[in-house]
């Protein structure tokens, strides 16, 4: 399973982003898709979270602020960023959850990371 995000880049505070992250790999079926940050000297946190059902889960951060959507069809999960704050910058990792049919197992799988960079 290899992950690919895009669109991380320099916005001004109060301006949008969206990042993007295609899926790509056989024989596995994904399950929750989602986002998460790491600023520098902090953990890596989750921001947004997509279940199969579509169910979503927040940060309490990102609440009222981002929506997190995918497209099953293209296997690709998107983070619509609003509002962005200067404590917003950080490198956004996406991550499924999938399931092998190969191997029979459950794992969870990152994208490479995007830098996200907010300026005051």
């Known amino acids: 399973v290899q992950l690919q995000a895009s669109g991380g880049g320099l916005v001004q505070a109060g301006g949008s982003l969206t990042l993007s992250c295609v899926v790509s790999?056989?024989?596995?079926?994904?399950?929750?898709m989602g986002w998460y940050r790491q600023a520098p000297a902090k953990q890596r946190e989750l921001v947004a979270m997509i279940g199969s059902g579509r169910t979503t889960t927040y940060a309490d951060s990102a609440k009222g602020r981002f929506t997190v959507s995918r497209d099953n069809a293209r296997n690709m999960v998107d983070l619509q960023m609003n509002s962005l704050k200067a404590e917003d910058t950080a490198v956004y990792y996406c991550?499924?959850?999938?399931?092998?049919?190969?191997?029979?197992?459950?794992?969870?799988?990152w994208g490479q990371g995007t830098q996200v960079t907010v300026s005051s």
């Open positions: 991550s499924v959850r999938a399931f092998n049919r190969a191997t029979m197992t459950f794992g969870t799988y």
């Open positions: 790999g056989d024989l596995f079926t994904i399950h929750e």
